[in-house]
């Protein structure tokens, strides 16, 4: 006679937590990768911002990083919730 299988629970599905958590993540990502791009501008000039511009940078580039991440970014995000599954399916 064979044995039936205790049935198995389903994989978790991914919650919103988790889905904000891992954008957060790929946001903060995107900002310390992006930062670098802008440490070289001059603020000076015709058309730079000045001492203003300067003070607002870290948060216009963490505004894109973010605009990037609503727009589909990176895929970063994606890897990070499979992760995240991968570990609580584990702990079961």
């Given amino acids: ?44 000039g015709m058309f730079g911002g000045g001492q203003g511009e300067e003070t607002w940078r870290g948060f216009m580039i963490e505004a894109m990083a973010k605009q990037t991440v609503q727009a589909g970014g990176i895929g970063l995000a994606d890897q990070v919730v499979a992760q995240m599954l991968k570990m609580q399916e584990q702990s079961q």
């Fill in 1 to 44: 006679m064979i044995d039936a299988l205790p049935p198995q629970s389903p994989p978790p599905a991914p919650t919103a937590r988790m889905r904000e958590t891992a954008e957060a993540f790929e946001a903060s990502f995107l900002a310390q990768m992006l930062k670098p791009m802008f440490d070289g501008l001059k603020t000076d």
